[in-house]
C-alpha cells in the first residue's frame, strides 16, 4: 500500500507543479484568456510524461510474470489510446470553452455541458471494454488493483485539468 502511495505521489508532485499555483478553498476567476497561453506542442509533452508515468506505476504495484507482461502490455498500450482520444475531446472542450469564455451563451454553456459529460461517460465504458480483457490475463484481484490505480490517476488528472479552469460567470 505504502508503495503506491509513493508512486502517485511521484506522478502527482510533477503534474500539480507543472500548472499554476491553486488553492483548494479558491475558485479561479480569472479568465482563461488573461492566463499564460500554454501551446499545443508543451501540452501534448506534458500528456506524453503522463501517459509513461501511468505505466510506470502500474508496472510498479501489480506483479506480471514474463508471460503475463507481453500479453498485458499491449493491451494496456491500445487502452491508452482510446483513452487519449477520449482526452482529446476534453482537451477541445476546454479550447473551445477558452475562445467563447466572455461571449458564452446559455446554450453553448449546455451545449459544452453535455459534450463534457459524454466525453466522461466514453472514459468510462474504455474501462467497461478494456478491464475484462486485463482480467482474462492477469486475473481478478491484479485486475481490480489496475483498475484503482487507473481511476486514481484519470481523478488526479481531471483535478488538476479542472481546477485551471474557471467557473462559467452567469
Not at 503534474?15 to 476567476?29: G, H, R, W, Y
Request: glycine content about 2%; overall charge positive.
Amino acid at each position: 500500500m505504502k508503495k503506491m502511495f509513493v508512486a502517485i505521489a511521484i506522478f502527482a508532485a510533477p503534474a500539480m507543479l507543472a500548472a499554476p499555483a491553486t488553492k483548494a478553498q479558491e475558485v479561479s476567476t480569472t479568465p482563461v484568456s488573461d492566463r499564460t497561453s500554454v501551446t499545443d506542442a508543451e501540452i501534448e509533452i506534458m500528456r506524453k510524461d503522463i501517459r509513461s508515468r501511468r505505466k510506470k506505476i502500474i508496472a510498479a504495484n501489480v506483479e506480471m510474470t514474463d508471460a503475463e507482461a507481453a500479453k498485458f502490455w499491449p493491451i494496456y498500450d491500445l487502452y491508452a489510446a482510446d483513452q487519449k482520444k477520449a482526452y482529446d475531446i476534453h482537451y477541445n472542450l476546454l479550447k473551445e470553452y477558452a475562445a467563447n469564455e466572455k461571449t458564452m451563451s446559455d446554450a453553448m454553456a449546455l451545449s459544452l455541458t453535455k459534450r463534457w459529460t459524454d466525453a466522461d461517460t466514453a472514459k468510462a465504458q474504455l474501462r467497461v471494454k478494456y478491464f475484462p480483457m486485463f482480467e482474462k490475463v492477469l486475473g481478478g484481484k491484479r485486475a481490480a488493483r489496475i483498475s484503482q490505480l487507473d481511476r486514481m490517476l484519470t481523478l488526479m488528472v481531471d483535478l488538476q485539468i479542472g481546477s485551471d479552469v474557471p467557473l462559467i460567470n452567469p
